[in-house]
């Protein structure tokens, strides 16, 4: 293949990107935030996207998070508190 170009595909770089949209059905100053993630942060992204679905299946969508201390790792941990 002498003389033509080599192309590579580099994935993209890990990006996060995030919209805020004005929702005055949900109140005067309602804002919904639209995240959209691209290389590495799609999965992050797609995390995030199925808690919010597993909590709103569990009717603890609207609940209170409060951060709780955690370990060593990278993870983190969130006590729900919501009114029954």
Do not use: C
Not at 31 to 48: F, P, S
């Amino acid at each position: 293949m002498a003389g033509s170009a080599r192309r590579t595909h580099l994935p993209p770089r890990p990006t996060s990107i995030v919209a805020l949209n004005y929702r005055p059905a949900l109140g005067s100053t309602a804002r919904a935030a639209e995240i959209t993630g691209y290389g590495k942060a799609a999965a992050q992204v797609a995390r995030l996207r199925a808690l919010r679905h597993f909590l709103e299946s569990a009717d603890y969508a609207g609940a209170e998070r409060e951060r709780m201390a955690g370990d060593a790792s990278t993870r983190s941990y969130a006590r729900l508190i919501r009114d029954v």
